[in-house]
């Protein structure tokens, strides 16, 4: 398996634009999860499905953030409009369970806000 | 609820020498424990997981951690640290909720 597929890898992009991050689960794997990662603030939990239905949104900072499933082998993470405090590491991951099970990160996604 | 308390924000050890990690964790489940590792611009890799089996779990690349319930700890240990070894390290814990994050210990090795 390819394991956790994140793209773009890197995107440099001006604040007021619009920004997709993409994430391919691992096959089989039922739940998702999306991650921002800062110096400031660590590890943040933003979003996670299960079964391709949200769960839990309450880690999305603000309404510009929102996030799709629309099957179980594909997901966004959309910002719009894009600011300069939203520059950080976006992981996604997924797992076989969304509790107790381990979850398996994808390389990460380093977006830069101008 | 469940929570994680990474003690050390930065451990500096010299090369072949001890490593130790440690993980404080509250938690009102029966919690599984894991610790994953991050090395420089890389994602979060799996070091080792305790699921109420053995209290005592090895992992990857020789590290090893021990469950202890009296003391609601997780600390990673590995005998003799290597330049490789070099990273981020966060203890995780989950009950009946996903993953649970400290907020992460760098370990500098020192050669």
């Known amino acids: 398996d390819a394991g956790v597929i994140q793209s773009p890898r890197h995107e440099v992009t001006e604040m007021g634009q619009e920004v997709t991050l993409r994430c391919k689960p691992i096959?089989?794997?039922?739940?998702l999860f999306w991650y921002r990662q800062t110096m400031m603030r660590g590890l943040e939990l933003l979003i996670y499905?299960?079964?391709?239905?949200?769960?839990?949104d309450s880690g999305m900072p603000e309404d510009r953030f929102s996030a799709k499933m629309p099957n179980a082998s594909f997901s966004t993470l959309k910002i719009q409009p894009s600011e300069p405090r939203d520059s950080a590491v976006y992981f996604c991951?997924?797992?076989?369970?969304?509790?107790?099970?381990?979850?398996?990160f994808g390389p990460g996604t380093r977006l830069t806000v101008l | 609820a469940q929570s994680v308390t990474q003690l050390d924000s930065h451990v500096s050890v010299s090369e072949g020498t001890p490593v130790l990690l440690r993980c404080n964790y509250s938690s009102s489940y029966s919690p599984s424990l894991f610790w994953y590792v991050q090395h420089p611009n890389k994602g979060l890799q799996l070091l080792l997981k305790y699921t109420s089996a053995a209290t005592l779990v090895k992992g990857i690349n020789g590290f090893e951690a021990e469950f202890k319930k009296s003391e609601t700890s997780f600390h990673l240990t590995k005998p003799s640290a290597h330049m490789s070894d070099a990273a981020e390290y966060f203890c995780?814990?989950?009950?009946?909720?996903?993953?649970?994050f400290g907020k992460g210990t760098r370990l500098s090795v020192i050669a």
């Open positions: 096959s089989g794997h039922n739940s």
């Open positions: 991951a997924s797992s076989l369970r969304r509790e107790n099970n381990e979850q398996f």
């Open positions: 995780v814990v989950t009950g009946n909720t996903p993953l649970v």
């Open positions: 499905f299960n079964n391709n239905v949200p769960i839990d």
